[in-house]
């Protein structure tokens, strides 16, 4: 309750703060003292410390799983905006309001990791969703980015609609929006106890879930938006955001699969489903002339590899999924980092860049390496654990083998912007590189080594 209360406070003092500060670069700290005052309550939360005793009637439940992702999700925030606040002040004059969004939809996730019925997360879905829209179509002057915020308002309002009704046939079906309800084997029309309603319900709830976490075939909207929207929002929306519809989509499925596993075969789906979003992403990602919209099309790809948590379900898939947030975060918001600097995003752009920033070209070395699960970089164990989690199961071996195949054509257009800042004659330019964003940099690059050598590092928070 720390995380939620306090998100969507310090999001209201954010927008007050615009009235009272009239320096943009000002905003950028109070966020950044925002951030962490809500990680310390949420840590405080997970050892017991509840600042605020809500009686929410078991519709929010708190587990360690969800309270550290909450962790994480914060501190990738903060890394976020120490990086890449220089360029959230470049996008108009309401600098204050673009972090007060950004706080909301940290609310949202706080909700989504916590969420014990399905009216919450609804609730959670919609606080994280809204902000985003508007932050897409943030740059009003830019038509492609006003076609995004467009684009997504749209195909988010539709994927809500089926999202409810999925919960409406789950409750018809159940008589409950818990998650955890038992259900009575006297209900109307089912089999083995289970209610045709219910997997009716929860068909509607994977295609709307799916839709979150731009899953093919309902990514159609992922490229077009990540491309339009402002670099430094798509930086944010890629990373923590896709990362919680996640956690919320393990949450959900974990209990709701096991039960209904009688009446439908969700291995075989969930599977059809992973080899569907690993070939779109990663084989359309190779013919892409634009880094940004390549980046677009890599983040369907390693949706495809975070979905391999949600077919999984065991513990293996739940310290993957905690490692793959870390890992996908870190490198994904350093990637972006670098691309909102630089004044030509396409791969040409980037050629010979080691010569005329060689920090900026070290480091994003090391992000597009993780990305591509290179050993010794937090990639590789974070993709080692979802493909361990697979064979921890005994069954789908051959859908392993198809990973690992996908992330060998993965490396083939990451490896295309380490050719082009290394091996091949340019002059690449970059604007407003400050001695304070390379070392931001070099940290973050650091943290990924780290932690792709020692994954307890991250791992152990979950246990101790």
């Given at each position: ?17 615009s009235?009272l500060f009239?320096?943009?670069g000002a905003f950028?700290?109070i966020?950044?003292i925002?951030l962490?005052v809500?990680t310390?309550a949420?840590i405080?939360n ?5 600042f ?6 078991e519709?929010l439940r708190?587990t ?9 999700a914060?501190?990738?925030t903060?890394i ?6 220089k360029e959230?002040?470049?996008?108009g004059?309401y ?6 969004l950004?706080f909301?939809v ?5 909700i989504l990791?916590s ?8 609730l959670g879905?919609?606080?994280l969703?809204i902000p ?5 179509g943030s740059?009003k002057?830019?038509?492609k ?12 309002s539709f994927?809500?609609g ?7 046939l789950?409750?018809?079906g159940?008589?409950?929006f818990?998650i955890?309800?038992?259900r009575?084997?006297?209900?109307f029309g089912?089999?083995?106890?289970i209610?045709?309603?219910e997997?009716?319900?929860?068909l ?6 799916a839709?979150k976490?731009s ?6 909207w992922?490229?077009d ?8 929002f798509t930086?944010?929306?890629?990373t923590?955001?896709k990362a919680?519809?996640?956690?919320a989509?393990?949450k959900?499925f974990?209990v709701?699969?096991?039960d209904t596993?009688?009446?439908?075969n969700?291995?075989m789906?969930l599977?059809?489903?992973i080899?569907a ?12 002339q ?9 983040s ?15 513990d293996?898939?739940k310290?993957g ?9 870190l490198?994904t ?7 909102a600097k630089m ?8 050629n010979?860049?080691?010569?005329s ?12 390496l ?15 654990y979802?493909l ?5 199961t ?12 996908f992330a060998a054509v993965s490396v083939?257009y990451?490896f ?10 340019g002059?690449?330019?970059?604007e ?7 070392i ?7 943290l ?14 979950l246990?101790f």
């Amino acid at each position: 309750m720390n995380a939620i209360i306090l998100s969507a406070v310090w999001g209201v003092i954010m927008m007050f703060s615009s009235i009272l500060f009239k320096n943009k670069g000002a905003f950028k700290y109070i966020a950044a003292i925002g951030l962490i005052v809500l990680t310390v309550a949420n840590i405080a939360n997970t050892y017991g410390c509840d600042f605020f005793n809500i009686n929410t009637h078991e519709m929010l439940r708190y587990t360690r799983f969800g309270l550290f992702f909450n962790t994480i999700a914060f501190l990738c925030t903060l890394i976020y905006v120490l990086l890449s606040g220089k360029e959230i002040e470049k996008h108009g004059n309401y600098v204050a309001e673009y972090y007060a969004l950004i706080f909301f939809v940290l609310c949202g996730v706080s909700i989504l990791t916590s969420f014990n019925n399905l009216l919450m997360l609804f609730l959670g879905i919609e606080i994280l969703s809204i902000p985003l829209y508007i932050l897409t179509g943030s740059d009003k002057r830019n038509l492609k980015g006003n076609e995004a915020a467009l684009k997504y308002f749209l195909m988010g309002s539709f994927s809500t609609g089926l999202m409810l009704m999925g919960i409406a046939l789950i409750y018809g079906g159940t008589g409950s929006f818990q998650i955890d309800v038992v259900r009575s084997a006297t209900l109307f029309g089912t089999f083995s106890g289970i209610s045709f309603l219910e997997v009716a319900g929860l068909l509607f709830m994977l295609v709307a879930m799916a839709f979150k976490v731009s899953a093919a075939p309902f990514h159609f909207w992922t490229p077009d938006v990540y491309d339009g929207a402002p670099t430094v929002f798509t930086s944010f929306m890629a990373t923590v955001v896709k990362a919680a519809a996640f956690i919320a989509f393990i949450k959900l499925f974990e209990v709701r699969i096991a039960d209904t596993s009688a009446v439908i075969n969700w291995g075989m789906l969930l599977s059809l489903l992973i080899i569907a979003t690993l070939l779109i992403g990663n084989i359309t990602a190779v013919f892409q002339q634009s880094v940004k919209r390549m980046l677009a099309y890599s983040s369907i790809a390693q949706a495809g590899f975070m979905l391999f948590a949600v077919f999984s379900l065991n513990d293996f898939a739940k310290e993957g999924l905690i490692l793959y947030a870390v890992a996908y975060s870190l490198a994904t918001i350093g990637s972006f980092a670098i691309l909102a600097k630089m004044k030509d995003i396409t791969f040409e752009g980037f050629n010979g860049l080691a010569k005329s920033h060689p920090v900026l070209a070290a480091t994003n070395t090391i992000f597009l390496l993780s990305l591509a699960g290179i050993p010794l970089t937090a990639g590789f164990f974070a993709k080692y654990y979802m493909l361990a989690s697979v064979v921890k199961t005994g069954h789908y071996l051959w859908l392993v083998i198809l990973g690992v195949l996908f992330a060998a054509v993965s490396v083939y257009y990451y490896f295309r912007v380490i050719q082009a800042m290394y091996f091949k004659e340019g002059d690449a330019q970059a604007e407003d590189v400050t001695p304070g964003f390379k070392i931001g940099l070099i940290i973050v690059a650091a943290l990924i080594i780290l932690v792709g050598i020692y994954p307890q590092v991250v791992l152990n928070w979950l246990y101790f």
